[in-house]
């Protein structure tokens, strides 16, 4: 039968030859369909850049789908989807590190003094609510649980010996 290429952005294998080959990657549909899946990855403001210019597709919206599929020249994004964008920049942008020119990586200074800011103080009054564990309703009739099986709460960590694990 001989070899056969495959094509993940088209879905379909066919003859590997040169000519087939060369035919197929030079096709309109495996170039739309490339441009597609590498469009999935893009970046959120470079979407909401090209998203937010464009007419919302009324067939999309009325209907649901569109004939022409991410090929449209309209916008298949809702106003939700907009504002979801429009947050997802906002904190990305918000929460951006200083990048050096020199090297591209942020500067280690500005990792530091993040850290630290961020970080909760060992003085700080808030209390922490300890998750509740409550013994299953299966489980009252039987006192004497191994250690393993006891309810979580800090006290019972304060007090645990090792030795009667079982």
């Not at 087939?20 to 369909?33: C, E, I, M, T, V």
């Not at 210019?53 to 991410?70: D, R, T």
């Not at 003085?123 to 998750?131: G, I, V």
């Amino acid at each position: 039968m001989g070899k056969r290429y495959y094509c993940a952005y088209c879905d379909r294998s066919f003859k590997d030859d040169p000519e087939a080959r060369k035919k197929h990657l030079s096709s309109l549909q495996h170039a739309q369909n490339r441009t597609d899946h590498y469009n999935m990855f893009k970046d959120p403001e470079v979407i909401l850049k090209e998203e937010s210019s464009k007419i919302p597709c009324k067939w999309y919206l009325n209907v649901g789908e569109c004939a022409f599929g991410l090929g449209c020249r309209y916008s298949h994004y809702t106003p939700p989807m907009i504002w979801e964008l429009q947050r997802l920049v906002a904190i990305r942008n918000k929460s951006k590190l200083h990048v050096t020119p020199e090297n591209g990586w942020p500067n280690p200074d500005d990792i530091i003094k993040e850290f630290f800011e961020n970080s909760t103080s060992p003085n700080s009054t808030d209390d922490f609510s300890y998750p509740t564990w409550h013994r299953p309703l299966e489980l009252h009739n039987y006192p004497m649980l191994p250690p393993s099986l006891w309810p979580i709460v800090p006290e019972n960590l304060a007090n645990i010996t090792f030795r009667e694990w079982g």
